[in-house]
């Protein structure tokens, strides 16, 4: 079965910190994966995905397919940051996306 | 160029009621998905089309369903509403046929009371 697990609802780092948000997927074949981003009062938008391999804001995230893991990372915090995070497992043939529940990445001053 | 808008923003249904809603894609998007956002359960894979065919349809009930038109505008039905589906729906365009950039709408928030 598909599945994608975000173990942590909620990450509160200091503004400077470095960030890991955690990513693990469930997929039997090549898996396609995403990170999507939602700010407060903005719509749900595309943050990066694997096949690119950018780094967008700071942010990047490397596919381990033997962990089977996809986690986003940034070596220092910006408040601008706050935010909740999404990662998404795509795959096949198709535009459909399962995604993880989401952390919400609390950036303090 | 506009992005993909969803109709109406908001609506409040009573028990029992069907409730139609409307998403226009990115034009020239001919991908659209459809995605339930809960508290409870996050977001949900409701269904997608390209080129007015279904490929794909999550884990729902049959009182939901959907169609795309020829112009690629999409709308999603809810028959015999129950509390449960109160949620944001949100819809997503994409401009190829697969494992591209979903481009999201601003979603439907519908209450059942």
Redesign the interface.
Known sequence: AQRVTQPEKLLSVFKGAPVELKCNYSYSGSP?L?W?VQYSRQ????LL?H?SRESIKGFTADLNKGETSFHLKKPFAQEEDSAMY?CAL?????????????TLLAVQP | KAGVTQTPRYLIKTRGQQVTLSCSPISGHRSVSWYQQTPGQGLQFLFEYFSETQRNKGNFPGRFSGRQFSNSRSEMNVSTLELGDSALYLCASSSLAQNTEAFFGQGTRLTVV
């Open positions: 396609e995403f999507y719509r749900l938008q595309l995905r096949i999404y795509g795959g096949g043939a198709t535009n459909k996306l399962i995604f993880g529940t989401g």
